[in-house]
C-alpha cells in the first residue's frame, strides 16, 4: 500500500477527522499518526507540538471557509461584517470544538485573513485602530458564544444533559435566534461606539 506524503496539510486534516469523533481532549499527534499510518516521530518533522497542530488545524479550517466567508459584492460594509461573522460560526460548527480549536490559535497563512471589511470607511477617514477594535471585538464574541454554545450541544443532534436542569431559556433556547440577537447587540454597539470618537 503507497502511503500520503505527509504534510502539514494532511496532518491538520486528519486532525480535523479525528476532532469529530475523539473531541479536542483525545485528539493526540499519537491518534493522528495511526490514523495516517506513520508513528508517532515522524509527525514531529512537522509539528513541534500540539499547540501547533492547533494552528495548523485553526488555519486549514480558516482556508476552507474562504469562498463562505466572502460577502455578496452587493453588501454594505457592516452587511459585510455580519455575514463574515455568521460563516465563521459556521465553520466552526463544523467540528466538535471547533470553537476552541480556534480560540486563541496563530492562523498561519496570513493571505487568508483578506480586505478590512471597514476598508471603505477607513479610506474616507474612519482610524483604522478603532476599526479593527470594533471588528475583533465582533470576532472575539463570535468565537466565545461558539465555545459556549458547543458546551451544550457539541455536535449537531447531542445535548450535554447536565445544563438541562441548571440553565434557562437563555441558554437552552433557539441557539440560532441567540446568536443572531448578540450579534445585533455587539453590532450595534461597535457602530456606536465609532461614531463616538
Known sequence: MHKMALT???????????????????LTLRLIAADLGVKAPALYWHMKNKQ??????????????????RPPASAGEWEGVAHGARALRRMMLAYRDGGKVFAGTYLGDTSLVGEHPLRRSIDAGLDAGR????????????????????????????????YRESAGEAVLG????RFEDGLAM???GARQWLETA
Open 8 to 26: 502539514r496539510e494532511n496532518i491538520a486534516r486528519s486532525g480535523l477527522k479525528l476532532l469529530n469523533e475523539v473531541g479536542l481532549n483525545g
Open 52 to 69: 501547533e497542530l492547533l494552528d495548523e488545524m485553526a488555519t486549514q479550517m480558516y482556508r476552507d471557509s474562504v469562498a463562505d466567508r
Open 131 to 162: 476599526a479593527s477594535r470594533a471588528t475583533f471585538t465582533v470576532y472575539c464574541f463570535v468565537i466565545g458564544y461558539v465555545i459556549e454554545e458547543q458546551a451544550v450541544r457539541p455536535m449537531p443532534g447531542e445535548f450535554d444533559e447536565r
Open 174 to 177: 433557539d441557539a440560532d435566534a
Open 186 to 188: 455587539v453590532l450595534s
